[in-house]
């Protein structure tokens, strides 16, 4: 990359710049030896903003000698064009400053990059203010004076929290690293999240990330898929039941609100939930109060809900199948978590980290997948996204005969798409598609084929029975009328 030479127009001091961001120079001491700390961590990138001169040169040396690439701003102005022109991992900012002040800079901050990591530097008479820029997305603030050590314990805590999400989620792609930047975003506070994705992308390994980042890590997580379960039950599920309170409730129960009181309860599929439940819940969310099935007391729960669904819940609630209210209470936030189709740099890291996992609990020898393989499968569409490449690999594992598996070895939706008919089936015309167009149709054929069969139309497209079943709903597919029902 050109690097070009460039004087801060505050400071006057020289510097390296690359793309418009400086870096500036400071001469390395050839007696000291660099930490190990430094040497082991990715250089992040950190934007200082003050505008008191004397500061930003202060802070600027600290961190440039700790091993950060550090860029200085002298206003909030000046900071906001440098974070629409790069991305920035962490940015440490004066309260108090002529012109854009912290607060609103933190405002625009998040407007632009909604899972920026904000420090504030804060004056002992600002410390309001501080505390209220924590509760609109702010990581931490330091009171001034501070030491060294506490400038970098607390910009390593906001670093070390945003890297732990790597040890739990297997990506290379820049659509989940804006995911993980979003889990560490949402994990500070206590409000309800809503995490949309197909059936397999990893929403309940999202779930987990957000827990264990959270001030509620240390106590309970508790999922439930609200599909899974019968309606009836449902509810003692959630909310438990007294004794004698229906045929066979021979003790009482706590449910799953009172389990994870001050932790974390996650409920997949809440799309399935009937308008009754809805009800129930909504009132749950919004009282932080529960009643047991049978009981005539309430209990106070301190609960964090994250919610999951794989369906369009604002679809359902203009069809009238999803109540508006409750929408809008457990979409307080919201991740989207895209398909494996749509981040296709995670492929060739989830057959590694899948053939390491499912190898290690295997006295099979098996080294990896030959080249044929390999290449088929970073090619392959999986409809069933990560959940469907794990079972691959899995099952692969279990029948390959030598060091490497083979397409043999693969699930026969996935051989399929080897075949010279699936390769030369369709190609693409120069004046494009309409994906949607062509999806619908094959749908259509699947549908017409298997007459209106739901469960055989999923299997002969490589989808689950409810990836189907909302694809239906989307395109508006319907058993023609007067079809009698196979």
Avoid at 424 to 443: H, N, T
Wanted: net charge neutral.
């Amino acid at each position: 990359m050109k690097k070009r030479r460039r004087r801060d127009a505050e400071t006057g001091r020289q510097g390296e710049a690359e793309n418009g961001r400086v870096r500036f120079a400071f001469p390395a001491s050839p007696c000291l030896p660099v930490p190990a700390s430094v040497l082991l961590m990715a250089r992040k990138s950190i934007l200082v903003v003050d505008d008191e001169k004397s500061q930003r040169e202060i802070l600027e040396m600290i961190l440039s000698g700790e091993g950060y690439d550090v860029t200085t701003a002298s206003s909030g102005e000046a900071a906001m064009k440098f974070a629409k022109e790069h991305r920035f991992d962490l940015v440490l900012t004066d309260l108090k400053m002529t012109g854009m002040d912290g607060i609103e800079l933190l405002q625009h901050l998040l407007g632009l990059d909604s899972a920026i990591i904000v420090i504030l530097l804060t004056a002992h008479g600002t410390i309001d203010s501080a505390k209220e820029a924590l509760r609109r997305g702010a990581f931490d603030y330091l009171q001034k004076p501070y030491d060294k050590e506490a400038l970098l314990g607390t910009i390593n805590r906001a670093l070390d929290k945003l890297n732990a999400i790597d040890t739990e989620i297997v990506s290379a792609s820049p659509n989940m690293e804006n995911v993980k930047k979003m889990i560490f975003k949402v994990a500070r506070s206590s409000s309800t999240v809503l995490i949309r994705g197909e059936s397999g992308t990893g929403k309940e390994l999202i779930a987990r990330a957000i827990h264990n980042q959270s001030p509620r890590s240390t106590e309970m997580f508790q999922a439930v898929n609200c599909a899974a379960i019968n309606e009836n039950l449902l509810e003692s599920e959630l909310f438990g039941h007294e004794r004698g309170s229906f045929t066979g409730a021979h003790a009482e129960k706590k449910g799953l609100f009172e389990v994870a009181d001050r932790g974390t309860l996650f409920l997949d599929e809440i799309a399935e939930l009937d308008v009754a439940m809805q009800a129930k819940l909504l009132r749950a969310l919004q009282e932080h109060k529960i009643r047991r099935v049978g009981g005539t007391h309430e209990t106070s729960v301190d609960v964090r809900v994250v919610a999951a669904t794989n369906r369009d819940l604002r679809a359902m609630v203009a069809d009238g199948r999803f109540r508006d209210d409750l929408y809008y209470r457990i979409n307080v936030l919201s991740i989207d978590v895209p398909p494996l189709r749509e981040r296709r740099e995670d492929i060739p890291v989830l057959i590694d980290y899948f053939l390491k996992k499912h190898t290690r609990n295997t006295s099979r020898l098996v080294r990896g997948l030959d080249a044929e393989t390999r290449k088929l499968m970073l090619d392959y569409s999986w409809p069933g996204n990560v959940r469907q490449l794990e079972s691959a690999i899995e099952r692969a594992i279990l029948l390959c005969e030598g060091e490497f598996i083979t397409v043999e070895d693969l699930p026969l939706e996935v051989r399929q798409e080897a075949s010279p008919a699936a390769q030369g089936a369709f190609k693409l015309p120069p004046e494009g598609i309409s994906f949607e167009d062509v999806e619908r149709d094959l749908i259509m054929q699947a549908m017409e084929q298997t007459d209106y069969n739901i469960t055989k139309s999923a299997k002969l497209l490589g989808l689950t029975f409810r990836t189907l079943q909302y694809r239906l709903e989307k395109f508006g597919i319907k058993k023609p009328e007067g079809k009698a029902a196979p």
